[in-house]
């Protein structure tokens, strides 16, 4: 991941990223996240997601990654509530009284999971579509060792004809999806439904078809 890459693309605002609101296949299918006791959520590549905000208002803890500071200050201002920025790790580490959200100003790569401490699941809506195909396996691999046995997992992809537009977002389809997760407990698809028109950025880019699925895995 390059960091220069994402700093610039927040200082253009290029952000299309960034949802108003909570995911709609957050709210419908995010439930194995929350429902136990204790629920620690891990978001990769968080950005200043409100999807994040969502999940601690569902009783869940949240710890966010994030390589661009000035994106985690944002969250906190979205949502109305101080941020304070203490040093965990070695790491600025950006939390607040206010909310049940803490985010990691760091490498993805780079956390363990001594900076995380025990985890109960993972939400991955804009991480893995972000990474070009020669990262995604490491990406996985990396996200599996964070998460422990049973951990439930709601990813959510995107599937366009590649050759049609570069990424990001990259897509991400099925078959790749099971390779990458071979190793988890299982991946069930819980959602999947054409956007293009919900998103004509797009279409101005030179799709004809852009579906998003989301899956549930238990690592």
């Avoid at 900076?115 to 490491?138: F, I, K, M, Q, S």
């Avoid at 991946?187 to 078809?209: C, N, T, W, Y």
Wanted: glycine share 8%.
């Amino acid at each position: 991941m390059d960091a220069e890459f994402w700093k610039e693309r927040w200082q253009a605002r290029q952000i299309g990223f960034n949802l108003p609101n909570p995911h709609e296949y957050l709210v419908c299918h995010g439930a194995p996240l929350w429902q136990e006791g204790g629920a620690h959520v891990l978001v990769p590549l968080c950005g200043k997601s409100i999807d994040m905000a969502y999940l601690a208002k569902q009783g869940a803890r949240v710890t966010g990654a994030e390589l661009v500071e000035s994106a985690a200050h944002e969250f906190f201002q979205d949502v109305g509530v101080p941020a304070q920025v203490t040093d965990t790790n070695g790491r600025r580490c950006l939390d607040s009284a206010g909310i049940s959200v803490r985010i990691l100003v760091s490498n993805f790569f780079d956390l363990r999971s001594d900076d995380l401490g025990l985890l109960t699941g993972g939400y991955d809506r804009a991480a893995l579509v972000a990474l070009p195909p020669d990262l995604r396996e490491r990406y996985v691999s990396h996200l599996l060792e964070l998460l422990p046995p049973g951990a439930s997992l709601l990813l959510v992809t995107m599937e366009y004809d590649q050759s049609l537009m570069g990424g990001p977002p990259f897509a991400v389809l099925p078959d790749e999806v099971a390779r990458l997760f071979s190793d988890c407990q299982s991946i069930k698809s819980v959602a999947s439904d054409s956007i293009l028109e919900q998103e004509p950025r797009f279409a101005q880019r030179g799709l004809s078809a852009l579906r998003e699925t989301a899956y549930l895995i238990v690592r």
